[in-house]
């Protein structure tokens, strides 16, 4: 899958969905979204379970992670001081080297639009990330438990932990979007069938079904990604 051109200023494209701040962000740092990019956010915004395979270098992280960003933004400006504390977006990445994806795809678009908001005089909430491994201190999983990020990235096997904890499974009860990324990884082992009894886990403290985004360069064959991605509903 490779790049697709701009649209013609006088046709919509699929940037123009998102937040003043946000496309205003995007365009100033890429100018025109990739294939994965505008055909995977039609979907994503529609609030539906999504796969997206492309290549390594396409875009399809920041894809998933920007319309997170962008609801985030509305839910927590439009709640206001009534906003219910909890995590609302929850990336999964079977990968140790989380925080060089993490400061690419998450930190600086967060910088990058609040700075665009800032400057069109319509400021925007800061957004809360925390990263959760098995090397995360106590000290730090105390304070995720007591003040939850709206965004947490963790790996598959914490993942699984996290909900054990009759405190901090509740962090859990507010999610409404996870991404599961590598996700070819995890198919077929058992660092995937414990990922799968975790996603549905989440689901289950939730109350409420919850939008389901996997990403991956070489995910095959799709039928079964899609099965094992959308879980037993």
Same mark, same amino acid.
């Given at each position: 899958?490779? *790049?697709?051109? %701009?649209?013609? #200023? ?5 940037? *123009? ?13 890429? +100018? ?7 055909? +995977?956010?039609?979907? $994503? ?6 796969? $997206?395979?492309?290549?390594? +270098? ?11 960003? *962008? ?29 060089? *994806?993490?400061?690419? #795809? ?40 007591? =003040? ?13 932990? $996290? ?20 996700? =070819?990884?995890?198919?077929? #082992? ?7 009894? %975790? ?8 109350? =409420? ?23 037993? =509903?």
């Amino acid at each position: 899958m490779t *790049d697709i051109q %701009s649209p013609l #200023n006088d046709e919509p494209s699929s940037v *123009d969905a998102f937040l003043p701040a946000v496309q205003t962000w995007f365009r100033e740092a890429f +100018g025109r979204p990739t294939a994965p990019q505008d055909m +995977g956010w039609p979907a $994503i915004q529609r609030g539906e379970h999504t796969l $997206i395979l492309s290549p390594t +270098g396409s875009g399809k992280t920041l894809a998933a992670f920007l319309c997170g960003i *962008d609801q985030l933004y509305r839910e927590v400006s439009r709640a206001g001081d009534d906003y219910e504390a909890g995590v609302r977006l929850l990336y999964i990445s079977p990968l140790k080297a989380l925080n060089n *994806d993490v400061e690419r #795809n998450l930190r600086a678009p967060l910088a990058g639009i609040r700075r665009v908001a800032k400057e069109q005089a319509a400021p925007l909430p800061k957004l809360d990330v925390m990263v959760r491994t098995g090397d995360t201190p106590q000290s730090a999983r105390r304070r995720m438990v007591k =003040h939850p990020p709206h965004i947490l990235i963790t790996t598959p096997e914490s993942l699984y932990l $996290i909900p054990t904890s009759p405190v901090a499974r509740d962090m859990f009860r507010t999610v409404q979007t996870l991404i599961v990324d590598e996700i =070819h990884t995890l198919v077929g #082992n058992k660092r995937g069938a414990h990922l799968a009894v %975790s996603l549905e886990r989440v689901e289950e403290l939730a109350g =409420h079904a919850i939008q389901r985004i996997g990403l991956s360069a070489t995910q095959r064959p799709l039928e079964e990604v899609a099965r094992f991605l959308g879980g037993y =509903h």
